[in-house]
């Protein structure tokens, strides 16, 4: 239903490794399975493939069923899956966002939502899994839809440890940002300068300072209750920026430890190192 989640569903299956089309025509999904097959059989083995399908696509809504259908010729094993919700929480999620329902037309909200629940009726009834969305959030429903569409095993939760120069500016898209700049800069060390944080003897250097062996013990400490709750709220990557002046040392060095200490079952690390080789 339109106003149920859709947006939402797709985000979190794409977050799950999954290829989304958005709004497919239904005549189309036949001809997906035909290449979703040939890449199979050039190796993507683990290919998992979603099409989201609704209401916009309504000239071809009644072959829909039929189109499933065919896709098992291909070797295929297509799910239904059909997010519902109240008349009334729909209309709540349509004025909140103060758009029209896609086939309300002159009339009201609720006779363009009756529509579609008459449109839907059949597929509803075809569906493997019916999710009712009335009293969920982004994030409940992106909770309850991990345990269908997921992948048990790996990582939940994705942490970019980036290593930036204060010099060059913020970068943007942190979450934390850490500064280094409390450690003695090693650039003032003759034999350390040409070499960065990514080095031995700088690395080693850098921890050996007072405070930054202490500094990576707590930055760990109060990532922990954090990275819980990114995990209980569905949340996919976080970023933590570690910066120094010019990011060629003191954030290099801190930033691969942090990187290797804030592995966890559920938590996958990788470094970026912004600003390295810059100056």
Request: with cysteine.
């Amino acid at each position: 239903m339109s106003g149920a989640g859709r947006s939402t569903a797709a985000n979190v299956l794409e977050d799950h490794g999954w290829y989304v089309v958005d709004n497919l025509p239904p005549q189309l999904i036949p001809a997906m399975g035909v290449l979703a097959s040939r890449a199979r059989e050039e190796g993507a083995a683990d290919l998992r493939i979603a099409a989201v399908v609704d209401v916009r696509a309504r000239p071809f809504t009644g072959e829909l069923r039929d189109h499933i259908a065919s896709v098992r010729e291909h070797g295929w094993h297509p799910q239904l899956m059909f997010l519902d919700a109240t008349d009334e929480a729909l209309v709540r999620r349509f004025e909140s966002v103060r758009r029209p329902h896609p086939l309300q037309r002159d009339g009201r909200l609720l006779d363009g939502i009756q529509t579609e629940r008459e449109l839907l009726r059949d597929l509803r009834a075809d569906a493997h899994v019916v999710i009712d969305t009335s009293g969920l959030n982004v994030h409940q429903l992106a909770r309850k839809l991990t345990p269908i569409v997921g992948v048990t095993g790996g990582p939940s939760l994705r942490l970019a440890v980036m290593s930036f120069g204060f010099k060059y500016g913020v970068p943007l898209d942190a979450d934390f940002v850490l500064d280094m700049r409390f450690l003695p800069n090693p650039f003032w060390v003759p034999e350390l300068r040409p070499l960065t944080g990514v080095d031995a003897p700088v690395a080693e250097y850098v921890m050996a300072q007072e405070g930054a062996g202490s500094f990576v013990d707590r930055t760990v400490a109060l990532m922990e209750p954090v990275t819980a709750g990114y995990l209980r709220e569905g949340r996919r990557y976080a970023t933590v920026a570690v910066g120094c002046t010019g990011g060629k040392h003191r954030s290099v060095a801190v930033a691969e430890a942090l990187s290797r200490r804030l592995v966890g079952d559920d938590i996958a690390t990788f470094v970026v190192h912004r600003d390295l080789g810059r100056e």
